[in-house]
């Protein structure tokens, strides 16, 4: 059974690192480009649908839209919704479906940044998550 790291000695995690380190180097020497996002389906898995959807075209600005991955949304969507708002399209995100995330994000961002243009003044109006921290 093989031993934990911390019941390693420090010349077996230092041996334990170099192996490490070295299949590393082997991963990068195979020069993969891997997408790791997450549940991402290959083409082959998303053409099984075209049939039932009809789709004729896909592609838009090189990017397969059948996917995920675009971090603020695809161009033409992001397009449609600024026309409809009134605003600059690279002034509209096209977020993942879980609207808590994005509420999350925008509150955080208030937080440490400040809103309106405003910066946050430590100590008004919310606590310091830690006592004495400011930030």
Do not use: W
């Not at 995920?68 to 033409?76: E, H, Q, T, V």
């Not at 479906?97 to 100590?123: A, V, W």
């Amino acid at each position: 059974m093989a031993r934990t790291y911390q019941e390693m000695t420090k010349d077996e995690l230092l041996r334990e690192q170099e192996s490490l380190l070295a299949r590393y180097k082997d991963f990068q020497a195979k020069g993969l480009q891997l997408d790791m996002s997450r549940g991402k389906p290959c083409k082959e898995q998303l053409d099984l649908s075209v049939g039932m959807n009809d789709v004729k075209d896909y592609v838009s600005g090189g990017v397969d839209v059948r996917n995920y991955g675009i971090l603020d949304g695809i161009a033409s969507c992001k397009q449609l919704f600024a026309e409809l708002l009134e605003v600059p399209a690279e002034n509209v995100i096209i977020g993942p479906n879980e609207s808590l995330t994005l509420m999350f994000d925008f509150i955080c961002q208030c937080y440490t940044h400040g809103i309106g243009g405003k910066p946050r003044e430590p100590g008004k109006g919310s606590e310091d998550p830690v006592p004495g921290a400011r930030l």
